[in-house]
């Protein structure tokens, strides 16, 4: 829902800040992760993830979209909630969490406190087939393809297609061609739903 704040930073502190746009202060939860990278003057643009539940609406923000796109992985393994994956992403950063993830390292990921063995395996089990490799930069190589993916479905599912149909289809697809376009894997699968 809200994909960025650009505004003034009012306050800052290890696991929140605060931003002002347009005389409205968002108070985001942040990772240390992010705090590290947060800048010192106070102009800012930061990722956001607005989570909402039935007794709140929490906003977390985020300094790179792949610290984003990890935290959206990591609370999509069941046990893994909103807390436990900001503490995942202060304990260790997003390419850590990827290498661990990729290597099978259920040691490195149970260093994290509140993370037991089985939960780490299920963060491996579930997300080891999502995640690609990390390029120098620490960018996870996979989120632009997976965000092709992911709007692809959500727009097949728009025009009426469940996501079970259309998932296999969609990833056939971009196994042939991984630089396909959104518009590229909408033509190709509405044409052999």
Do not use: W
Not at 148 to 170: F, I, M, N, P
Not at 173 to 182: G, H, M
């Amino acid at each position: 829902m809200i994909e960025y704040l650009k505004g003034k930073m009012t306050q800052k502190n290890p696991t929140d800040v605060t931003v002002e746009c347009g005389g409205v202060g968002y108070f985001l939860n942040i990772s240390l992760h992010t705090f590290s990278l947060l800048p010192e003057d106070e102009n800012i643009l930061i990722y956001t993830y607005l989570q909402v539940r039935e007794d709140s609406h929490t906003l977390f923000g985020f300094m790179e979209k792949s610290e984003r796109e990890m935290f959206k992985k990591l609370i999509s393994v069941s046990g893994i909630g909103a807390s436990t994956a900001r503490t995942m992403l202060s304990s260790l950063s997003p390419a850590q969490i990827v290498e661990a993830i990729t290597t099978e390292n259920v040691p490195e990921i149970q260093s994290v406190k509140g993370i037991g063995a089985k939960t780490a395996q299920r963060v491996i089990i579930d997300l080891k087939d999502k995640l690609g490799e990390i390029d120098a930069s620490g960018q996870i190589s996979t989120v632009q393809r997976n965000s092709h993916k992911d709007e692809a479905l959500s727009a097949l599912e728009t025009l009426g297609y469940t996501r079970k149909q259309s998932e296999k289809l969609v990833s056939k697809i971009i196994k042939n061609d991984e630089s396909a376009s959104v518009e590229t894997i909408i033509k190709l699968a509405l044409k052999n739903l």
